[in-house]
């Protein structure tokens, strides 16, 4: 039971991570980013092979929030005229097009095999308690993650990402750069993704273009909707909750001698389930965004 518990609160701070840069660009932005899961694979994935050929784990690490800041400006440049349906449309194909193009070649990355047996960093220090440490680890670049974004979110540049996603031809009458701002809001929220990929590719040790996969993203929306679009804490909860309601339930064929299958099965439509009703009953989810008024230059908390 303690061995699950780590490994819950382990993959809640890594999801809780990637949430977080998803609400960044959605919640604050209003970017409809439907491509999350490229930005973590481009982590996992450069991480793993540099640390793989022997570059040290920040190092690696670092590189993967390069290049996929990277790849977020390559997605924001063919889409600084589109609107939120199109920008969808633009960054699931960009996603599903990368994801596509790793499972296809095996000379680097192994192809649809993945790779297996990537180093967990310092592990030979720890030993047994190499998990325990793992989510100390983890907490830590999560609290990171964390006050910078909302530091982010409480500065003059924050402000004007909120304008954008309340009225953006306002913005653009007010002389903002439009596009500037939401490629730097694609790209922040790129590299802190990029971050939480790289933080499960050494835990779990194994990665696949399977990994990154469609469901991915959007069981990262599911923890943004649940928890509260907008909100910093609404979202960790979210996390919290979905990432237990994904996790216990794979107890469950242990439990209710349940094929793996039908787990599965009820696993992704409890979650659906989930959604539609926060959808419908309470959109703004469990912690809502606090508004803000801003006035002669100050901000002020609302409602």
């Not at 194994?206 to 990154?212: D, G, K, N, Q």
């Not at 064929?253 to 009953?281: C, E, H, M, N």
């Not at 703004?284 to 100050?298: A, D, M, N």
């Amino acid at each position: 039971m303690l061995a699950f518990l780590i490994h819950f609160l382990v993959m809640t701070g890594i999801f809780a991570i990637v949430a977080l840069s998803l609400n960044f660009q959605v919640g604050l932005t209003g970017l409809s980013n439907f491509g999350q899961a490229a930005f973590m694979l481009i982590g996992a994935y450069t991480s793993a092979m540099m640390y793989m050929a022997g570059v040290p784990f920040v190092f690696g690490v670092l590189a993967g929030m390069v290049v996929s800041s990277i790849f977020a400006l390559i997605i924001a440049l063919p889409s600084h005229n589109l609107r939120a349906d199109y920008w969808a449309i633009v960054s699931i194909a960009a996603a599903e097009s990368l994801r596509l193009f790793v499972n296809n070649e095996k000379w680097l990355a192994e192809g649809p095999f993945g790779i297996r047996g990537i180093p967990r960093p310092l592990s030979s220090l720890f030993g047994d308690s190499y998990t325990l440490f793992y989510l100390v680890f983890v907490v830590v670049c999560l609290a990171a993650v964390y006050f910078a974004l909302e530091r982010l979110n409480r500065s003059p540049f924050g402000r004007v990402l909120r304008g954008l996603r309340e009225a953006e031809d306002l913005m653009e009458a007010l002389g903002k750069d439009v596009f500037r701002f939401k490629a730097l809001a694609m790209i922040v929220g790129g590299l802190v993704a990029a971050l939480g990929g790289s933080l499960y590719a050494h835990y779990i040790t194994f990665i696949s273009p399977e990994t990154f996969a469609p469901d991915v993203t959007f069981l990262i929306w599911t923890m943004m909707i649940v928890g509260g679009s907008g909100n910093a804490k609404g979202v960790l909860l979210g996390a919290l909750v979905i990432t237990l309601l994904n996790t216990s339930t794979r107890l469950l064929k242990d439990y209710l001698y349940l094929p793996s299958s039908l787990v599965a099965a009820l696993r992704t439509l409890s979650i659906g389930v989930l959604t539609i009703g926060f959808v419908v009953a309470r959109p703004q989810g469990i912690l809502p965004e606090r508004r803000h008024v801003v006035s002669y230059g100050k901000e002020e908390g609302g409602s």
